[in-house]
């Protein structure tokens, strides 16, 4: 995969050099009334993908953390729904515990009734 990795920006950065070497006439850019830059084409396109990679970054990691939120609120919920069950569940094994012991009782005070 490093292989693979390595060919690939190795590619994309001599299709930059080859582009850069062809496109060296200055070009004007109007950033606001009044104001203007002027470089070369080559400059201006590689300054202008990178500001849209670094904003692709800056986007991507903001929906991480809005998934790291999201998925924080859900396990909390899920850890309440947990303790609200093995309260419940606790709650059952006293009640079958107190059924066991009552019809133990009961045939005790029969076998009593019995033995008089």
Known sequence: MRQINFLVIFVVCLA?????????????IHVVQGMEVQAPLSIE???ASGLGAVLAWVFSVWAQVQRSIESRADLRQREVRIQELEQTVQRY?????EQRLLPASQSNSSTEAYAQ
């Open 16 to 28: 930059l050099v080859l582009f850069g070497i062809e496109n060296t006439e200055p070009a004007v």
């Open 45 to 47: 396109l590689l300054l």
């Open 93 to 97: 094994k006293v009640e079958l515990e």
